[in-house]
């Protein structure tokens, strides 16, 4: 049985037949329609644009060596997906929640951090490395920034500046896109010891604590939603060093069958319960966004999109098949086995699809924006690229 479309998606199709027909261009107005002002961003430190390094500053070079020749925040050498978005979109670089003072906000705000899971942690950042900013707090922020915006606006009447902060219109929030790429964390967070069926317990409640969030944000007047599934972990090199795992489980590009399989069947829960979602939910758009089966192509075959190295870390300590190593992380310089060693990056970041063993590369981000742009991985359909003008992201 097919699912019931919104009506603002209904819509979009009718602008795109009415084009065909009259064979003329896509009428303005639809264009128009399916322009979004602002995102707003929830995730880890796939999407951070700075937000943890506001909150605990001590970023080091290289990363940000590639775009911004400097430290900017971002767990890459250049930018990370949501600046992609963002810059297709015609949009200016999210400014992360956490860094308050001087930021502009009027196109969105980014409520990522490093380290972030869905799951609310059990323990502190320092004792377990997880991030105090779990999406359930990450949406507490949303809510207080609305807050802030619709108090502004009236005490100010309609001027959006709050100090040195710039805040957008009060009617932002229905008209804004609302991006989520976070889950990675609480997947891999403890895989090593509990193993995958150990991890499987708890997926049901990361699935819907995400559904759940988008139903919250609705009732706040959200009404798109892009969630960004899981990545490919066991083509990651940081993984494929640190999990336990048999020769017999490397396929013939050098990923681990048996973690793939299981960020599958995880990615597939996600899908069944945005499905859901989107029933309940019959005027928003609910999208599904197969980042996946993008990465997945880069990783497996990095030669056909202008890459070199998929399985290979360019910042890391160690060489050989993965330089990766988990005592002597990107950027870091520590004692091992009596000898300081210092964990550097390569030359040509852009040959690689990952930056450091667990996040992608300015290139490899760059190419996930563009397949996303193209429309193929949405579920359901959702025909951005027939609607809205997407700028070159360079």
């Not at 700075?50 to 050498?77: I, L």
């Not at 969630?227 to 940081?238: E, V």
């Not at 960020?263 to 309940?280: E, S």
């Amino acid at each position: 049985m097919k699912e019931a479309m919104s009506n603002k998606v209904w819509g979009l199709y009718m602008c795109v037949f009415l084009a065909v027909l009259t064979a003329t261009a896509v009428p303005a107005g639809c264009v128009a329609n399916c322009s979004f002002p602002a995102i707003f961003n929830f995730g880890d430190s796939n999407t951070d644009t700075g937000g943890f390094w506001a909150a605990f500053p001590a970023q080091r070079p290289p990363h940000g060596m590639t775009f911004f020749k400097k430290p900017v925040g971002r767990a890459t050498d250049g930018r990370v997906i949501v600046d992609f978005l963002a810059q297709g979109l015609g949009l200016a670089f999210l400014s992360p929640y956490l860094k308050s003072i001087g930021s502009d906000y009027r196109n969105g705000v980014n409520f990522a951090t490093l380290a972030s899971t869905v799951r609310l942690p059990h323990s502190s950042l320092f004792d377990t490395g997880v991030s105090p900013f779990s999406l359930a707090i990450q949406f507490n922020q949303f809510k207080q920034f609305k807050v802030m915006v619709d108090e502004q606006e009236q005490e100010q009447h309609h001027s959006y500046n709050h100090g040195n902060t710039k805040l957008p219109p009060k009617n932002i929030f229905g008209k804004a896109l609302y991006t989520f790429y976070i889950g990675q964390n609480d997947f891999t967070g403890n895989l090593a010891s509990l193993g995958i069926n150990g991890v499987k317990q708890f997926l049901p409640e990361v699935v819907g604590q995400i559904a759940s969030t988008i139903k919250d944000i609705y009732t706040l007047g959200g009404r798109t939603f892009f969630i960004l599934n899981l990545a490919p972990i066991g083509c990651y090199p940081a993984f494929l060093v640190e999990l336990p795992h048999n020769n017999s489980d490397i396929d013939q590009f050098g990923c681990m069958k048996s973690y793939n399989n299981a960020v599958v069947d995880y990615n597939n829960m996600l899908k069944d319960a945005l499905r859901q979602t989107r029933q309940d939910l019959k005027d928003a758009n609910v999208v599904y966004v197969d980042t996946h089966s993008i990465l997945l192509e880069l990783f497996q075959h990095p030669t056909s999109h202008g890459l070199k190295y998929g399985t290979k870390a360019c910042c890391g300590y160690g060489g050989g098949d993965y330089n990766f190593n988990k005592e002597v992380f990107c950027g870091n310089t520590k004692v091992v086995n009596g000898q300081t060693v210092s964990a550097g990056a390569c030359e040509d970041p852009y040959n690689y699809v990952s930056w450091d063993g667990i996040h992608a590369t300015d290139a490899a981000n760059k190419l996930t924006a563009k397949a996303i742009f193209n429309g193929s991985y949405f579920d359901p359909p959702f025909p951005l690229h027939h609607f809205c003008h997407i700028h070159p992201i360079g």
